[in-house]
């Protein structure tokens, strides 16, 4: 069974928006913060944001104002909104349950996104 499920992904020119979706297995989702990361070609995967139960969220800087990560208890998913695409968000965008900024689980298959003109 897979833990996560992620959506949303696709082309999209360099200031455009994209929301993706992950939906996570219950037993995680209920008590954990959630997180989505990024792997940019050629480049490490790093966590973009984050949300916990109790809806702190955390954002990287190369992100903020231009993201925006939000929680749906009922239906056990995370959202990543993004606007003001630009060409570095590029990557592979997967979520993971979060312990300071380090996921915990395997990965799930992730959503590609490509910022291009």
């Known amino acids: 069974q897979e833990q996560f499920v992620e959506s949303g992904g696709g082309l999209v020119q360099p200031g455009g928006s994209l929301r993706l979706s992950c939906a996570a297995s219950?037993?995680?989702?209920?008590?954990?913060?959630m997180g989505w990361y990024r792997q940019a070609p050629g480049k490490q995967r790093e966590l973009v944001g984050s949300?916990?139960?109790?809806?702190?969220?955390y954002y990287a800087d190369s992100v903020k104002g231009r993201f925006t990560i939000s929680r749906d208890n009922a239906k056990t998913t995370v959202y990543l909104q993004m606007n003001s695409l630009e060409f570095e968000d590029t990557g592979v965008y997967y979520c993971?349950?979060?312990?300071?900024?380090?996921?915990?689980?395997?990965w799930g298959q992730g959503t590609q996104v490509t910022v291009s003109s």
């Open positions: 993971n349950a979060v312990v300071r900024r380090s996921p915990l689980y395997n």
């Open positions: 219950r037993s995680i989702f209920t008590f954990s913060t």
């Open positions: 949300i916990t139960t109790g809806g702190a969220r």
